[in-house]
């Protein structure tokens, strides 16, 4: 299930101490309630059918939908770290001219589930997407009209940006803090940070969230 977007403002939140989370430096993003989203459920309610969480491997699913749902298809998507390419390739089959950029090569997954028919559906070995090979820099993103970031490292200030500097809207989940040209101080919320990153590059802020495990909350900036 796609939860709708709202727009939000967040006012940036000083921490009074830094949580450290594992070997993570940064606090988790904020909760659905803070973000003013819909829950999922109470935390105690057992949850059945749409409302139950899919595993996290459906993420590319799941934002394929959300970006149909939200932007023209005519638009050209630069799917910013992007992996072995399943999000890029979702799009292609949507309509959308989407591209990868990514540094490490990675061949697509030889199958997906579609979760609308809720049949595996097998991508040809003869498959490919485009890609371009490299680090993500804030020029690529002249050339595209819908620039996301789906868990990318490495981009994601980058991302925000290009979409500033070039006046193209930008999805953005992100996830690690990893490769980033500038990062907050520990304890601060990375998620926060880039929102606060975002509106101070003058750029609005939705939130979102996807009905998947894991770090499932992402915004659109633009
Ligand atoms: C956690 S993976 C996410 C991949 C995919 N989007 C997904 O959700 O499975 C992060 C990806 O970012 C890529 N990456 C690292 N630094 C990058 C950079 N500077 N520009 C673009 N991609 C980068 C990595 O190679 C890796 O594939």
Redesign the pocket.
């Known amino acids: 299930m796609v939860q709708p977007v709202r727009n939000a403002t967040l006012t940036r939140i000083a921490f009074a101490g830094c949580v450290v989370l594992g070997t993570h430096k940064h606090l988790p993003p904020p909760s659905l309630e803070e973000l003013g989203l819909e829950s999922f459920g109470r935390p105690d309610e057992r949850l059945s059918g749409a409302r139950l969480l899919k595993p996290k491997k459906f993420?590319?699913q799941l934002l394929a939908d959300f970006i149909e749902a939200n932007f023209d298809a005519s638009m050209r998507v630069l799917?910013?770290?992007?992996?072995?390419g399943l999000?890029t390739y979702l799009l292609r089959l949507r309509g959308y001219a989407a591209c990868v950029?990514?540094?490490?090569f990675?061949v697509l997954p030889g199958k997906y589930k579609d979760l609308n028919t809720n049949k595996r559906v097998k991508i040809p070995q003869t498959e490919s997407v485009p890609r371009i090979s490299e680090?993500?820099e804030v020029e690529l993103a002249e050339n595209f009209d819908l620039i996301v970031g789906?868990?990318?490292?490495?981009?994601n200030l980058k991302m925000l940006e290009a979409a500033a500097r070039f006046g193209k809207p930008c999805v953005l989940m992100p996830?690690?803090v990893?490769?980033e040209s500038a990062t907050p101080t520990p304890g601060e919320s990375w998620f926060k940070w880039l929102v606060h990153m975002a509106e101070e590059a003058g750029l609005g802020v939705e939130y979102f969230c996807l009905n998947f495990k894991g770090q499932n909350v992402g915004f659109i900036a633009r």
């Open positions: 993420r590319f799917d910013v770290g992007g992996g072995k999000l950029v990514e540094p490490e990675q680090n993500f789906l868990h990318a490292h490495g981009a996830c690690c990893i490769g």
